[in-house]
């Protein structure tokens, strides 16, 4: 089994920054791909990052780009989500998820494993 569970999130004025952390404990960290999504009020769950189980492979939603990055620490089995420039539609709550390594990255049904999720609000 795996464990995961999201930290950072809060309130922050548009333009600012925050960093999301998920723990992962149970099994061997370094066999999961490891993705960053989000939900918004009435909307489905969207695709917003993620990292190969290597750390080689990162990818990012349009949306995003330029903005978030997504990293590892093998030493304490945390994946961050870095978000700078952050905008009022960034808002909703952002789970991490974890999957064998072939699991297509930006499909949330690839994912077995998800935390509970932690809230960004981004006020304008």
């Known amino acids: 089994q795996v464990h995961l569970g999201e930290s950072g999130g809060g309130l922050v004025q548009a333009g600012g920054s925050l960093r999301l952390s998920c723990t992962h404990s149970g099994r061997t960290f370094t066999y999961y791909t490891t993705g960053w999504f989000r939900q918004a009020p009435g909307k489905g769950r969207e695709f917003v990052a993620a990292?190969?189980?290597?750390?080689?492979?990162?990818y990012y939603a349009d949306s995003v780009k330029d903005r978030f990055t997504i990293s590892r620490d093998y030493a304490k089995n945390l994946v961050y989500l870095q978000m700078n420039s952050l905008k009022p539609e960034d808002t909703a709550v952002y789970y991490c998820?974890?999957?064998?390594?072939?699991?297509?990255?930006?499909?949330?049904?690839?994912?077995?494993?998800w935390g509970q999720g932690t809230q960004v609000t981004v006020s304008s």
């Open positions: 998820a974890a999957g064998a390594s072939s699991t297509p990255p930006i499909l949330a049904s690839g994912y077995p494993y």
């Open positions: 990292i190969s189980s290597t750390g080689s492979g990162t």
